[in-house]
């Protein structure tokens, strides 16, 4: 019956109890048996919520309706959370103008979704020797997005044969601008 940690009626076996009533009255430190033939004269239970604590702080109410108001409640911070996504935009150090543009475009729209957004450029064979094309890239691509709507989280740097950075958006999760 018991979930989460917490202790119910019977299974609370310490001596005394600091004790919170049904109102949410503070009682005192009471016995533990005082505190259950308390809440069985009410039809409630004795529920074991702060067991750190020095006594121990028990309040009596309904425990079925407790867990469920527990349950909703981690619902509901759920509902409103929106997980925050990772994209990824991939290019090469030779990529036209028109096609820089069009990524561009993407980086910004993802953006402003609220999304991170980690731009990549591989590189292949001897452009590893040009990597200052890829800062070249790179620095292109910021210059095309909308002032104020990002920030660089990761500048540019080598990793193996890629060089990429990551931007965070400006804009709150949720509210996406127009």
Do not use: W
């Amino acid at each position: 019956m018991a979930d989460k940690g917490l202790r119910v009626n019977e299974q609370i076996r310490v001596r005394e109890v600091r004790l919170i009533d049904e109102e949410g009255g503070r009682t005192g430190i009471v016995p533990t048996r005082e505190a259950l033939e308390l809440a069985k004269e009410r039809d409630l239970d004795l529920v074991e919520v702060s067991p750190n604590a020095n006594p121990p702080v028990c309040k009596i109410l309904d425990y079925g309706k407790y867990r469920f108001e527990q349950e909703k409640r981690l619902r509901d911070s759920r509902k409103n959370q929106k997980a925050l996504k990772n994209k990824e935009i991939r290019m090469q150090p030779k990529i036209g103008s028109g096609d820089l543009d069009t990524k561009a475009k993407h980086v910004q729209e993802f953006l402003d979704e609220g999304n991170k957004v980690k731009v990549t450029i591989r590189f292949r064979g001897r452009e590893l020797a040009h990597t200052e094309l890829g800062y070249d890239v790179l620095n292109e691509v910021t210059k095309r997005l909308r002032e104020g709507s990002f920030a660089v989280e990761k500048p540019a740097a080598m990793e193996g044969r890629f060089m990429s950075m990551t931007l965070n958006s400006k804009v709150k999760q949720g509210e996406k601008k127009e």
